[in-house]
């Protein structure tokens, strides 16, 4: 192991019908949602893409899914995505080889899972033989990664922390080291020169977690790219946008529009891009357009299908006309399904369900202009279990008379909005009344189904 180098500066690192409705109790902008303001592009730019269909083809779907993680919050993709990414991080903890610990050296904070699963990534798209320029040694978790997991041929390392040298030196020998190919050395990314990278022989260049603690990280990667040897490949990763914030040392986010930009002014073709655990992005670029056979021959998790049942039952049920009953009476059967309802302000019509996962509702309105709300109340028993609701905008009876509905627990949709629900699979009737002006009376046909 070499060390050269000057030390510079370290761097630091529920409501009733009649009254006003209470807001859902999920109804907190930002806590799937996140609150963005994004600005309108008056014509959305031209992509700078690879020239093989399919990379490009996997691309263009990486970058969405980036987008999609950084449009929701966290805990939404750990909820929506949180079975995937544990069969990831399952693929990281039996692909990653145990280092020891030297002595009085911790390296909990390497062996998170989700760090885990950043470092098998990177090394999934490394290759045994392979010359590595690293920017951003760090503490040298990934460098003895890659010589004991992969068996690159040579790691060369950059940092701008001289301590880190010395705990990179007793982590490689605690785990067998010392007579590997490493050098190590006391550096600035923007000092980099293409002639500095080649004359290490790197075939991959490393930048995991760097850019967001420069001042300006578009020149860094103009520094990064114009530094790539011919036919070498950069391997990079930053914070998905609005994640990992707490850290004072980041000094700036990134989205998909700015690391698109990113990659176009520094001349670089991205062939492959992912969300990565749920708090970075991590990217492989090069300045070449043809295919990537690095990205083509990439390791990754075992075909196992994380896809499970979400629904209970996958058949709605039709409410059969002669189960609903109203309070007082006033339902007519019109068909197998369909019933005709006269109703007055709290007259209660209401259906038995055997569970409740979700319900559609379809009206056929004849006089519903006087119609003001329309609530839809699930119960089990005495308890109710979950509720709905729809302001009826003015004259909507006349100028649509049909309408069916789709209603699940906690959603909003462009009609009804959902309140509170609890242990709504236990419900065994739902209700609807519909408030009216003063006294009035509406008609309608309706007819239900739901999901037990």
Known sequence: MVISGDAPDRVDTPPRPGGEPA??????????????HPRKLAEPPREREVSDPGEA???RSGWLLVDMHERLSTGAIRLALGHEN?????????NLVELKHPSGMSL???ESKANKLRYRRTMDFAREGDRIFDVGFGQGYLAAQLLRGVGVASYHGIDLVDTFVGRCGRLFAANGLEDADIQLEIGDLFDLTRERVEAAGASLVICCEVLEHVPDPERALRVLADALPDG???VFSVPLHGRIENIWGHLTVFDVARLKSMVEQAGLYVHHVEPLANVWSFVVVSRSPERS???AEAARRPAVSSAVPLSRTRDFVPVP???????PDAVAVKDEYFVACSVSPYDKISFPVEGLEALRLAFEFRDFDAAKRVVVTAKAGEEETGRWWWKVPAGHGSSRKKHAFSLRPGELTATFVSEAHKNLLNSDRVIITVETDEDAEVAFDLRAAYLP
Do not use: D, M, N, Q
Not at 23 to 36: D, N
Not at 321 to 327: D, H, I, K
């Open 23 to 36: 807001k859902p109790s999920w109804g907190i902008p930002g806590r799937y949602a996140r609150v963005l």
């Open 57 to 59: 083809a996997a691309v």
């Open 293 to 295: 056979e690095r990205v």
């Open 321 to 327: 006309a002669a189960s609903f009953e109203l309070v």
């Open 108 to 110: 909990k904070s390497h």
């Open 86 to 94: 544990e069969l990831w991080y399952r693929y990281a903890e039996e």
């Open 232 to 234: 070498a490949e950069l």
